[in-house]
């Protein structure tokens, strides 16, 4: 029997419990179980769905052929690592990691948690405004009317209106029908093009990739840009980035998994930020309280695991497609066709469908451009807040009316001066998707070999998975950064 909190009467109350999971929690994680815990990490997946897949992995196929298909794994691969053991800490502790990063660095206090945060919220106007100028783009050509920054204006403002009221339940259900239905039919296309599946398992193998021969003559402004960086900017953009997780793992407060489902949650929060530099967080030790928090632990899992699945499953389709249509015909997705070659991969199936390609292509842009404010404002919530107790004391609503005006000037000033999809994300890819990602990477191995008891740190296994991931993120991010800005 246990009390509202989901602690047991006869337990220290110096020590914190957690609440009693599911069954199907306590077993072994299956895929029925997986399954019933999805729905953080379909956010991330749907976000992709609109930039790594549609735009990236197609420009991909078109640039390199079939041998980006080893990048896309390790990326995919890398970005779960970093998903799976950040929301794994908020989930077995009860507080964000950028909370206890703010106080676990020496130095100024909260100068890692700041330092991250700010660079990540600064490549937030970055993927709105890119993904509004592509949609723009799009509309502005199969309507013939007015311009793409026009229409990326107008869609960019009124999907934060939207977000703002709330309104958007009824396009949501629409967008995941439609969406639906055309990734569907993007897998009967890969079967319709007849790809050379040798060459496709042999993109498995890591090469070094070059772009096909025929850009330098057809693309000469593609072909001068650094392979190196066109390369960083895919496995940046696939999975997302931190100004994606940061906000991913303070939603999870919504799913109330683990210590978050307390009903003194708040409070617990309160008495973790004041415990001392360095010290071992409070979690109870004794077995029962161990297997419960391990069991939770397999609800973000089980959560990351499906969502990355999706994603590379959807990245290696449209790069395939990339790779045996567009790559054949010549054709680079880029400015004003960012969007519109793709329509291939589904007219190949039957014309009739070009028209389900523009519609599903609207509402999965849309709806990711929707997703991004209320996103965004939580991960500014949880960089600012550990520093700032009033704000922390305020909520994250609080924060909504400055961060969607943030957005909305920086993203359109970008739209306006900037105006091509690709250049306007470089920087965030590189520097949210690859450096800061790798760096989280480590320091959630750090931190957890510092503050959690040894029960309820990751598995060897898992220990290695995130290293691997976090050197890997770290380096790209450097040879990215210096080929960027030097």
């Known amino acids: 029997m246990t009390t509202p909190s989901g602690t047991n009467p006869s337990e220290t109350t110096d020590l914190l419990t957690y609440p009693e999971p599911p069954p199907n929690l306590r077993r072994r994680l299956t895929l029925v179980t997986a399954l019933s815990v999805l729905g953080p990490g379909a956010i991330v997946a749907s976000a992709n769905i609109g930039t790594g897949e549609m735009v990236f992995a197609a420009r ?8 980006l298909l080893w990048a896309f794994l390790v990326s995919a691969a890398a970005k779960a690592a970093l998903a799976y053991s950040f929301n794994r800490y908020t989930v077995v502790t009860g507080e964000h990691p950028m909370a206890r990063w703010a106080t676990l660095f020496r130095g100024p206090r909260g100068w890692f948690t700041l330092l991250m945060g700010v660079l990540s919220i600064a490549a937030v106007p970055s993927w709105v405004g890119g993904l509004g100028v592509a949609l723009g783009d799009l509309m502005a050509t199969i309507t013939a009317i007015g311009t793409g920054a026009l229409w990326a204006t107008g869609l960019i403002v009124l999907s934060g209106i939207l977000s703002w009221l709330g309104g ?34 042999a993109g498995l193998l890591p090469t070094v990739p070059e772009y096909n021969g025929w850009v330098a003559g057809v693309y000469p402004d593609v072909a001068e840009r650094s392979v190196w960086l066109e390369l960083a ?38 008495r973790l930020a004041a415990l001392p530099r ?14 419960r928090g391990r069991a939770w632990g397999r609800a973000p899992l089980g959560d990351t695991v499906l969502s990355f699945v999706a994603i590379v499953v959807f990245a290696c389709m449209f790069m395939i497609n990339g790779a045996s249509l567009l790559a054949a015909e010549q054709l680079i997705p880029e400015g004003n066709d960012t969007l519109t070659y793709q329509a291939g991969f589904l007219t190949a199936v039957h014309p009739t469908l070009e028209y389900l390609y523009y519609v599903a292509v609207f509402f999965a842009f849309f709806g990711s451009l929707y997703a991004f404010w209320e996103l965004y404002t939580y991960t500014a919530y949880e960089t600012l807040s550990p520093v700032f107790g009033r704000l922390r004391r305020a909520g ?22 900037v105006g091509e999809l690709v250049v306007i994300v470089t920087p965030a890819s590189v520097l949210g998707g690859l450096l800061t990602s790798g760096l989280f990477c480590l320091a959630i191995l750090w931190t957890e070999r510092k503050v959690l008891p040894p029960a309820y740190r990751l598995t060897p296994a898992g220990r290695w998975w995130v290293l691997l991931s976090g050197i890997l993120l770290t380096v790209l991010g450097v040879v990215s950064t210096w080929q960027l800005f030097v």
Do not use: C, H, N
Request: glycine letters at 12%; aromatic letters at 12%; hydrophobic letters at 50%.
């Open 60 to 67: 991909g196929g078109a640039l390199f052929g079939y041998a």
């Open 168 to 201: 958007y339940q009824r396009l949501e259900t629409a967008q995941t029908v439609i969406v639906g239905f055309m990734l569907l039919a993007i897998a009967v296309s890969v079967v319709v093009l007849q790809p050379d599946w040798l060459a496709a398992l």
């Open 233 to 270: 900017v895919y496995l940046g953009a696939v999975g997302g980035g931190t100004y994606d997780y940061i906000g991913y793992a303070g939603m999870l407060r919504e799913k109330r998994w683990g210590m978050l489902g307390r009903a003194d949650q708040t409070g617990v929060a309160e």
């Open 278 to 291: 360095g010290a071992r967080l409070p979690l109870s030790e004794e077995p029962e309280q161990v297997a």
């Open 396 to 417: 994250q609503r609080a924060l909504r009316p400055w961060m969607y005006g943030y957005i909305l000037i920086a993203s359109l000033a970008l739209v306006w001066t």
